[in-house]
């Protein structure tokens, strides 16, 4: 048991790294490749659309034909997508490798958080893998900045992909041995409009949102394929009112914990995801740090975020799932508002480094909260479905933060001076902290379901 919840953790935090992984990397990549600067953020943006737009399928693709099938064939997709686009000698090689890391990602990730929650019953011991899971998950991302800067820097970018292999082959090796295959005993067709109305749907969304990152938000091209996006999710869910075999049946959706949690998922990962690039910037652009020493001060950031993921089960059980979610909420939002105090002088880490690190621990208290609201209650052949929708909602909060966040910040700046530029991140810090504190009281004032000490 405790060699298999390493061996699903192993491949989780591995995933997580890569959504940030190329971040500090991606000049480097375009100036070795021949990018340009138009097309550089495809190399982000590709393998964001397919991790997102595709989650919710492969979650429901993996209650069908086996988790741990897909789990491990996802897994050989990743290794030799990493190997590709770590040998890649042209841009449109090293955006097919994103597209099929994407992928994998968008199928490792539900089916091995679904082959989690079917390992460990609903309990304590489920809360306290979900919470190491969490944990890893949120410390992925924040290690992914300080590891591309450091692999970047010392040896090649390339090193950003080529680390993946051995970690997916060592993963390969062992899983077989010690996962069993789950799946539900009778297998339901698919639901075929259902698949093809939710993944366009959210890849319009997650596409309209990155277009307007970079563009602005009066982009004709975005607005339309926002609007399209989400005329595509409203037809999701009247072809799911009436699908003998819905992707994601109504009554699911209707429960107060999947809905709301899953909301107070998508906004914890927005926040915390989009403070990173808010700090990031902040960093080298208002107190002139390099790449690599911006990223290594989100250390402490890390470090909080595993201590709340450590904390948040044993939170659970002194208190309950609802009371934790909104108890991160709170102390998120504390610890962000504080950081609309911080000024022009590198006096300010003072106030910045132990602000993210008390805001990583509230918002792993957040993370796993959701995590747990929103796989609760649910029999084990709804479980890839429901881990699924969390993922969804997991990818598409780290996919819209950045952007949504870059575009408020950019239009606040009212010059490119160092002044100005703090101006814009602190409207955008601003707008994060009320967000945050909109999950807080959604969460207190919905989620009223009973939840599992």
């Not at 939710?198 to 990152?213: D, E, H, K, N, R």
């Not at 394929?225 to 037809?235: D, M, P, R, T, W």
Request: proline fraction near 4%; charge should be positive.
């Amino acid at each position: 048991m405790r060699l298999t919840l390493v061996v699903l953790l192993v491949a989780q935090f591995m995933l997580a790294v890569d959504f940030s992984i190329l971040n500090v990397a991606l000049p480097v990549i375009g100036k070795g490749l021949g990018f340009s600067l138009g097309n550089l953020q495809w190399i982000a943006t590709a393998f964001a659309l397919c991790a997102a737009g595709f989650t919710l399928l492969f979650g429901r693709v993996a209650d069908l034909f086996g988790r741990r099938r897909l789990f491990l064939g996802g897994l050989a997709v990743l290794g030799l997508a990493s190997l590709a686009g770590g040998l890649a000698t042209s841009p449109a090689i090293l955006i097919a490798a994103r597209i099929f890391q994407g992928l994998a990602t968008a199928a490792v990730t539900p089916a091995g958080l679904s082959l989690l929650t079917t390992s460990f019953p609903e309990g304590p011991l489920r809360q306290k893998a979900l919470g190491l899971n969490g944990a890893l998950m949120s410390a992925g991302f924040t290690t992914g900045a300080i590891l591309g800067g450091v692999l970047t820097d010392l040896l090649s970018w390339r090193w950003s992909f080529f680390i993946n292999v051995p970690v997916a082959a060592a993963v390969l090796v062992i899983a077989p041995m010690v996962l069993t295959e789950s799946r539900p005993q009778t297998r339901p067709r698919l639901d075929l409009p259902g698949a093809l109305s939710v993944t366009l749907g959210l890849l319009a969304v997650v596409f309209g949102f990155t277009q307007a990152g970079e563009h602005g938000w009066t982009n004709p091209t975005a607005l339309l394929v926002l609007a399209a996006g989400i005329v595509l999710l409203i037809a999701f869910y009247f072809i799911e009112r009436t699908s003998p075999a819905p992707l994601v049946p109504v009554s699911v959706l209707s429960r107060r914990t999947v809905a709301w949690g899953n909301v107070a998922g998508v906004l914890a990962f927005v926040t915390e995801t989009s403070l990173v690039f808010l700090m990031t910037l902040y960093l080298q652009k208002v107190l002139g740090f390099s790449p690599l020493a911006a990223g290594l001060s989100f250390g402490v950031l890390g470090l909080g975020t595993v201590l709340g993921g450590t904390l948040a089960p044993r939170v659970i059980a002194a208190t309950s799932t609802r009371t934790t979610l909104i108890l991160g909420a709170l102390i998120q939002t504390a610890a962000t508002a504080a950081l609309l105090l911080l000024g022009t002088s590198t006096h300010s880490l003072g106030l910045l480094l132990p602000a993210t690190f008390i805001g990583g621990i509230g918002n792993m208290l957040l993370i796993v909260g959701f995590m747990v609201t929103a796989t609760s209650g649910l029999p084990d052949h709804e479980q890839g479905m429901a881990t699924g929708l969390a993922t969804m909602s997991q990818q598409i909060g780290i996919t819209m933060g950045t952007p949504v966040m870059s575009a408020i910040a950019t239009g606040a700046m009212t010059t490119t001076t160092v002044t100005g530029i703090l101006d814009g991140i602190q409207t955008a810090v601003a707008v994060n902290t009320a967000l945050v504190l909109i999950t807080a009281l959604t969460s207190a004032l919905f989620l009223r379901t009973p939840t599992t000490k």
